[in-house]
C-alpha cells in the first residue's frame, strides 16, 4: 500500500510522548474512578489557575461531541433551544446529536460576503454569529406574541476557532456576552481547538479573556496533545445541583476518569499544552506562505491550524494519491475546497514533503 503523508485532520496522531510516559509510569496504580483522583483534582487546579478562575468548577469529559450534547442538555430546560452559527459543528457535523437529546438548534447566517482580498476568497469573519444578528434573533422572538408556543433561545453556542479557522476577537466575544447578560441566557464557547486559537498571531484573546466572558467553555485535549479527553470549566456557578448525574446519562463520566486527569495534568505543566499549539501555528504559517508561493487560492483567511484551499478536480486526483486532506465543499462542478490542517507534532519536514505533491 502506499504510504500518504496525512493533514486531513489534528486528531490523527497519538499523545505527546510526556503523556505517554506519564501513563506508563502510573499503570499500575490503583486509581479512584469517575474523576474523585488526585490527578483529576490536581489538573483542575492547573486549569484554575491557567485561567484565573480558582472558583470554576472543572470536568473531564470525553470527546467533542458528547461534550457539546451534555453541556447543552445542562444548560437547557425541555422547552428551549440553543443558537449557533449556520456552519457551527453542532448545527452541520454532529448528526443532529443536540436534537436528539431534545433540543432544537437554532440557527444564524454566517457565511458574509466574498472578500475583496486578493489572498483569500473569504474573509475571517467567516463562521462567526455577528452580534447583531444575535441582537435581532433575541428581540424578534420576544416582540413575537405568539412566542409562548415557539422554541425558547435558551442559550448561545459559538467555538473559537470556528469549524473555517477563523477567531473571534475579544470585542466581539464581549458584544455576544452583554447580549447575552441582557437576555439572562449562558454563552457556551465550544473549544475542541482552543490552543490553536490561543496561540494564533492574529488573535487579541486569552484564556483569562474567555474564562471573564463566556459562562461555560471547554478546553480541548483530543486535537491538542491527548489521547481523548475535553475539559469542561464553568467559570461561575454550574447551572444544576447535580451536574455528575447528567453527565453520566450522556455516556461522558469515564470510570478511568483518572485517565483524563492525567493528561491535562500533563498539558498544563510548563506551559506545554501552549507550547505544543504553537507549533501548529508555526507550521501553518509555513504552509500558507508555501501555498501563496506557489500560486494557490486560499478559499478563507484562516489565522489557525486549519488551511484552506481551492483546487481544481482533475488536480486535486493527482494530490490525493499522495496526500490524505480534508473534504469540505464542492463550490462547482469542476473544483473542490480542501482543508489541510496541521497540529500540534506536524515537523517542517511534514510541511517540505506535503509541498513536494503540491
Avoid at 40 to 67: E, P, W, Y
Avoid at 90 to 112: D, N, Q, R, W, Y
Avoid at 165 to 194: H, M
Wanted: charged content about 25%; overall charge negative.
Amino acid at each position: 500500500m502506499t504510504r500518504k503523508i496525512s493533514f486531513s485532520s489534528d486528531y490523527t496522531k497519538g499523545a505527546h510522548p510526556e503523556i505517554l510516559q506519564r501513563l506508563q509510569e502510573t499503570n499500575y496504580e490503583q486509581i479512584d474512578g469517575y474523576g474523585t483522583d488526585d490527578y483529576c483534582k490536581s489538573a483542575a487546579d492547573k486549569i484554575r489557575a491557567a485561567c484565573d478562575c480558582k472558583d470554576a468548577d472543572v470536568f473531564f469529559l470525553v470527546g467533542g461531541t458528547q461534550t457539546n450534547q451534555t453541556i447543552i442538555d445542562m444548560l437547557l430546560e425541555p422547552y428551549e433551544g440553543v443558537v449557533a452559527a449556520q456552519t457551527g459543528h453542532v448545527a452541520a457535523h454532529e448528526a443532529g446529536a443536540i436534537e436528539f437529546s431534545g433540543h432544537k438548534v437554532l440557527t444564524l447566517p454566517s457565511i458574509p460576503e466574498k472578500s475583496a482580498s486578493s489572498d483569500a476568497i473569504y474573509s475571517d469573519e467567516i463562521g462567526k454569529i455577528r452580534a447583531e444578528d444575535l441582537k435581532k434573533l433575541l428581540k424578534d422572538f420576544y416582540e413575537d406574541d405568539n412566542h409562548e408556543h415557539m422554541v425558547f433561545p435558551g442559550a448561545v453556542y459559538i467555538s473559537h476557532p470556528t469549524e473555517y479557522g477563523t477567531l473571534y476577537t475579544k470585542s466581539e466575544l464581549g458584544e455576544l456576552s452583554a447580549i447575552c447578560k441582557e437576555y439572562e441566557i449562558p454563552l457556551f464557547l465550544d473549544g475542541a481547538r482552543l490552543g490553536y486559537g490561543l496561540m494564533s498571531r492574529r488573535t487579541d484573546v486569552t484564556l483569562q479573556d474567555i474564562a471573564k466572558l463566556v459562562d461555560v467553555f471547554y478546553i480541548g485535549g483530543t486535537k491538542v496533545g491527548a489521547l481523548f479527553g475535553e475539559a469542561v470549566v464553568f467559570p461561575g456557578k454550574v447551572p444544576t445541583k447535580h451536574p455528575v448525574p447528567i453527565i453520566k446519562q450522556h455516556g461522558a463520566l469515564l470510570a478511568k476518569g483518572w485517565l483524563l486527569g492525567l493528561m491535562f495534568d500533563t498539558l498544563f505543566t510548563d506551559d506545554l499544552y501552549m507550547d505544543i499549539s504553537r507549533n501548529a501555528i508555526d507550521k501553518a504559517e509555513k504552509l500558507r506562505e508555501g501555498l501563496t508561493e506557489k500560486g494557490y487560492q486560499l478559499y478563507i483567511d484562516s489565522p489557525t491550524n486549519q488551511q484552506f484551499i481551492l483546487l481544481e478536480d482533475d488536480r486535486l486526483k493527482e494530490l490525493s494519491e499522495h496526500v490524505r486532506y480534508g473534504f469540505w465543499e464542492k463550490p462547482d462542478e469542476n473544483h473542490t475546497v480542501i482543508r489541510l490542517a496541521t497540529d500540534w507534532a506536524t515537523t517542517d519536514e511534514d510541511i517540505e514533503e506535503l509541498m513536494t505533491y503540491l
